[in-house]
């Protein structure tokens, strides 16, 4: 089976550009999560997605960025101005229904390693 | 404030000696501990989750156990192999309905396996 796939895997661009990475999680999974992951503040959580609907992205550090996830096969995460604090590795996860918090396992992607100029 | 603590921060090993990594954490209310292992280049794969009322999970040669008690956890790993080279992540989480169900995270214990 296909797990969670992340496109593109690597994006250098310059400062003040648009950046959107995407996201294909495992069919049949309700739940998907965007994380961002650097070496001074690890793998830290920005917003999750309960059957295409947003449930908490008080993650997201600031307006320039926004997730949406139009159906349950397709998410994604975009940057707006881009800023070279931006840069990290940005992994999406997903995981199947059930109560937030249970015994479901996340599947990560390999991730989308992010580079602003 | 919830936190989450690895240690070692960082772990060198030969191959086929066993070793054990520490989280001790905070966090309350408690749901579930998970343990991550992340190869380099990779995203993170689930080991174990084990719950408020598990103390002790296999997944082949990957112990993890749980005192709830005194919040924390380890991960055991027997005669290691140079694949279990990797970082190897604690995440707690707390339930939904408090602090808007959210996940903590460790900073991680980078292992490596010598041949």
């Not at chain 1, 950046?19 to 961002?36: A, E, M, N, Q």
């Not at chain 1, 008080?58 to 995460?77: H, I, Q, V, Y």
């Not at chain 2, 993890?64 to 989480?93: E, G």
Request: glycine share 8%; net charge neutral.
């Amino acid at each position: 089976d296909a797990g969670v796939i992340q496109s593109p895997r690597h994006e250098v661009t310059e400062m003040g550009q648009e950046v959107t990475l995407r996201c294909k999680p495992i069919s049949g999974h309700d739940y998907l999560f965007w994380y961002r992951q650097t070496m001074m503040r690890g793998l830290e959580l920005l917003i999750y997605f309960n059957n295409n609907v947003p449930i908490d992205d008080s993650g997201m550090p600031e307006d320039r960025f926004s997730a949406k996830m139009p159906n349950a096969s397709f998410s994604t995460l975009k940057i707006q101005p881009s800023e070279p604090r931006d840069s990290a590795v940005y992994f999406c996860a997903s995981s199947p229904g059930g109560e937030w918090g249970g015994n479901q396992p996340q599947h990560f992607g390999d991730g989308t390693r992010l580079s602003i100029l | 404030k919830n936190q989450v603590e690895q240690s070692p921060q960082s772990l060198i090993i030969l191959e086929g000696k066993n070793c054990t990594l520490q989280c001790n954490y905070t966090v309350s209310p408690f749901s579930n501990l998970r343990w991550y292992k992340q190869d380099t280049g990779r995203g993170p794969v689930s080991l174990t989750i084990m719950t408020f009322s598990e103390n002790t999970k296999s997944n082949g040669r990957y112990t993890a156990t749980l005192d709830a008690d005194t919040k924390q956890s380890s991960l055991h790993i027997t005669a290691s192999q140079l694949s279990d080279s990797a970082s190897y992540i604690c995440v707690v989480s707390s339930p939904r309905g408090s602090t808007l169900g959210r996940l903590y995270f460790g900073r991680g214990t980078q292992l490596t396996v010598w041949p």
